[in-house]
């Protein structure tokens, strides 16, 4: 039977050494929920944050089918298997409805930002251009905007994101070209989104975004967490000082 997990001490140990702060947000209770196929003994876990769901322990098709449910269905997710059975298993459950992608990890080290180095990129800000923190009106300029919404909406309300949120916004002329925002967030950092407005990608305006936040959670000591979606977003994590640790697999459930 799948159950909601509320006590995360019975599934940590099956997430032990799985650097990725969306689980963490789940296990130390900040964002996300837990299932696992027992309520006292549990042997497969799933941790569930936004889009994002992610497979531990031993194979279970009935947690795999979590989001065939009408509680956690939803039109996209994206589904990470700890081990090749797990992945198996949930392109066996979803069929057509999953294509496989890659995404891109990188290292966690705090120490690899250059503040000099980020601060030379937030120099060469075009004139006219603004970069801001994330206020109540920005937050719901960018829940109201498709290209935008991510960078919000895992925070149902103003209060919410502003008690756990951290973000910033490129503006020309009072309107959002850009932004880094956490998509989530845990116990000493944030995982970062970065987005632009499909018409103004490809100059720079996510650097100057991703820069400044970087600068904000160094002087919060908040780790910015990087797991890059593309190949051009992990250019984008190298330039900003990341380092890369090592591409997955993910399932595209849609």
């Known amino acids: 039977m799948i159950c909601k997990i509320s006590n995360p ?10 650097d990725e702060t969306m689980i963490w947000s789940c296990l130390d209770g900040t964002m996300g929920e837990l299932y696992g196929d027992d309520f006292k003994n549990p042997k497969s876990a799933a941790a569930v944050l936004g889009d994002f769901t992610f497979f531990a322990g031993v194979p ?6 979590l989001h065939h449910s009408s509680l956690l269905q939803k039109n996209y997710r994206i589904l990470v298997p700890r081990t090749s059975e797990w992945e198996n298993l949930l392109l066996k459950l979803y069929g057509n409805r999953a294509r496989r992608i890659r995404r891109y990890a990188t290292v966690k080290d ?16 075009p004139e006219g251009f603004s970069l801001k923190r994330m206020d109540e009106a920005l937050y719901n300029q960018c829940g109201s905007m498709d290209w935008s919404r991510d960078l919000v909406s895992q925070y149902e309300t103003w209060e919410k994101y502003r008690i756990l949120g951290l973000g910033v916004v490129l503006t020309k002329d009072g309107e959002i070209l850009s932004g880094a925002s956490s998509y989530s967030a845990y116990r000493g950092g944030i995982e970062i989104e ?26 919060r000591n908040l780790y910015p967490s990087w797991d890059a979606h593309t190949e051009a977003s992990l250019s984008l994590a190298l330039k900003l000082g990341y380092r890369f640790s090592h591409a997955y697999t993910a399932l595209e459930i849609s």
């Not at 001490?9 to 799985?18: H, I, K, M, N, R």
């Not at 705090?110 to 800000?125: D, Y």
């Not at 996510?206 to 904000?216: D, K, V, Y």
């Open 9 to 18: 001490s019975l599934v940590s140990p099956l997430f032990q050494d799985w």
């Open 60 to 65: 279970c098709a009935e947690l795999g089918a």
């Open 110 to 125: 705090s120490g690899s930002f250059s503040p000099e180095g980020l601060t030379k990129i937030l120099s060469g800000l």
């Open 194 to 219: 970065i987005d632009t407005r499909p018409e103004y990608r490809r100059r720079g305006f996510a650097s100057f975004c991703g820069a400044r936040l970087i600068l904000e959670c160094i002087k």
